[in-house]
């Protein structure tokens, strides 16, 4: 059984970082051929946020871009979202997401507030 656990968020002030972490338990990141971070914030709907590849391609939504960096740690085997200049509207709790064939696996979530 994989799961993938998330680590990192908390609360920070507008104009601050944080870095969130996915670990994948029982299995290695390298298993997925792409690892995907998502948001949901309360009443809306989940959101892609960045993708890496196993080959290193990154993908950003256009909220994001700029502010947000994904990056893979094999050594640690962990993918990170570094999240810098937060801003209120990144308020959301944040997923991370392991697709393939034949499974979807899905972490549990971690919360990021965004305030002043």
């Known amino acids: 059984q994989v799961h993938l656990v998330e680590s990192g968020g908390g609360l920070v002030q507008p104009g601050g970082s944080l870095r969130l972490s996915c670990a994948a338990s029982g299995s290695i990141l390298s298993m997925f051929s792409i690892i995907n971070w998502y948001r949901q914030a309360p009443g809306k709907q989940r959101e892609l946020v960045a993708s890496?590849?196993?080959?290193?391609?990154?993908n950003y939504a256009d909220s994001v871009k700029g502010r947000f960096s994904i990056s893979e740690d094999n050594g640690k085997n962990l993918v990170v979202l570094q999240m810098n200049s937060l801003k209120p509207e990144d308020t959301a709790v944040y997923y991370c997401?392991?697709?393939?064939?034949?499974?979807?696996?899905w972490g549990q979530g971690t919360q990021v507030t965004v305030s002043s």
């Open positions: 890496i590849t196993s080959g290193g391609r990154t």
């Open positions: 997401h392991g697709p393939g064939p034949g499974f979807d696996y």
